[in-house]
T-cell receptor, first 116, second 111 residues
């Protein structure tokens, strides 16, 4: 597609369940980011991929969070044993390789996760 | 590590000018970005500075001073639709060019 696509757009789950969030970046974008945004807050960095490698996983809040990326394509963010504190909008963004342009991020519409 | 500070909220009047400041600390500075985020929507790119000075783009301008770790976003001829959050973000080359965001400044434009 033309933009960054995320699914599901909304997910309501029960505490303790696992959830998987998906991101399709813009074709040709080698960099992919996951951010978390709680209501009324800023963007909290989670993880960054360059191709399918993750140079920086320092933002993942706990070992319940993991992310994968297939080549320079789809990424999935998995949250195991969800807690109410995980409720937030999870934003994915992609960008061209550093040095080819400004490296601005293009965001998807986000996946809103509600943990009951 | 990185640290980015910007005011939490600002209010301005339609037709006026507003300046949103951002200070940052980072070990591997590689560019500063401003994004706009309307409530319930994804952030969208506004401006990029990597060298000192002013970048102008229509009603929006962004300034950078690397030695002071300081940037501002200037919005002229404010319109009601400019009511949004403005996010200052810094790209850091340590750990592979990751982009870190400040908490954002919520701007309210009143008639």
């Amino acid at each position: 597609g033309a933009g960054v696509s995320q699914s599901p757009s909304n997910k309501v789950t029960e505490k303790g369940k696992d959830v998987e969030l998906r991101c399709d970046p813009i074709s040709g974008h080698t960099a992919l980011y996951w951010y978390r945004q709680r209501l009324g807050q800023g963007l909290e960095f989670l993880i960054y991929f360059q191709g399918n490698s993750a140079p920086d996983k320092s933002g993942l809040p706990s070992d319940r969070f993991s992310a994968e990326r297939t080549g320079e394509s789809v990424s999935t963010l998995t949250i195991q044993r969800t807690q109410q504190e995980d409720s937030a909008v999870y934003l994915c963004a992609s960008s061209l390789k550093q040095g080819t342009n400004t490296g601005e991020l293009f965001f998807g519409e986000g996946s809103r996760l509600t943990v009951l | 590590g990185q640290n980015i500070d910007q005011p939490t909220e600002m209010t301005a009047t339609e037709g006026a000018i507003v300046q949103i400041n951002c200070t940052y600390q980072t070990s591997g500075f590689n560019g500063l970005f401003w994004y706009q985020q309307h409530a319930g929507e994804a952030p969208t790119f506004l401006s990029y500075n990597v060298l000192d000075g002013l970048e102008e783009k229509g009603r929006f301008s962004s300034f950078l001073s690397r030695s002071k770790g300081y940037s501002y976003l200037l919005l002229k001829e404010l319109q009601m639709k400019d009511s949004a959050s403005y996010l200052c973000a810094v790209r850091d080359y340590t750990g592979g060019f990751k982009t870190i965001f400040g908490a954002g400044t919520r701007l309210f434009v009143k008639a």
